[in-house]
């Protein structure tokens, strides 16, 4: 089964889609690197993966925040759902200082945008999702790094 996933998206509301059909294949203590150009769909694809796994409310862009936490239930089990955005960091060493760490453990689902601020620091990513903007719409590339990651794909596909 491929490990990497080319997904072409006509508009936000198919990054919504994307984001709602891929929260099934979630489980805890995966992580979720979100790699883009701003206004990619990032925070839209987040989005869509809390309105998949039943969340309602509003789901803000952590940008000055860093992060957003959810409280979900998934498969029974209470998870928390970490959004982070590191765009606003000037050095890795910010990553230790803001004590993220721990946020990323066995029971929780981390979602990342700007990863690549933390450095060598920040966990690897289970999962590599790349978003392009192609003319009106977008490019989705899903790549599985880890056996839980392509897992996770697996998943997702037969879903």
Request: hydrophobic share 40%.
């Amino acid at each position: 089964m491929a490990h990497d996933i080319t997904l072409n998206l006509g508009d936000e509301q198919a990054t919504l889609n994307l984001g709602a059909s891929f929260s099934s294949s979630l489980v805890p203590g995966v992580t979720v690197y979100l790699h883009g150009d701003l206004g990619a769909g990032k925070t839209t694809f987040v989005r869509g993966v809390l309105n998949g796994l039943g969340f309602i409310g509003k789901v803000k862009s952590p940008t000055y925040t860093l992060v957003e936490p959810y409280q979900l239930s998934i498969s029974e089990v209470n998870t928390n759902l970490y959004h982070f955005d590191l765009y606003r960091f000037i050095d890795e060493e910010e990553w230790d200082v803001a004590g993220f760490r721990e946020y990323f453990n066995p029971s929780s689902i981390c979602l990342v945008e700007w990863s690549a601020k933390a450095g060598s620091l920040i966990p690897t990513a289970d999962i590599d999702l790349y978003l392009t903007l192609v003319g009106t719409g977008r490019s989705a590339r899903l790549i599985g790094n880890t056996f839980v990651g392509k897992k996770c794909l697996e998943h997702y596909l037969s879903y």
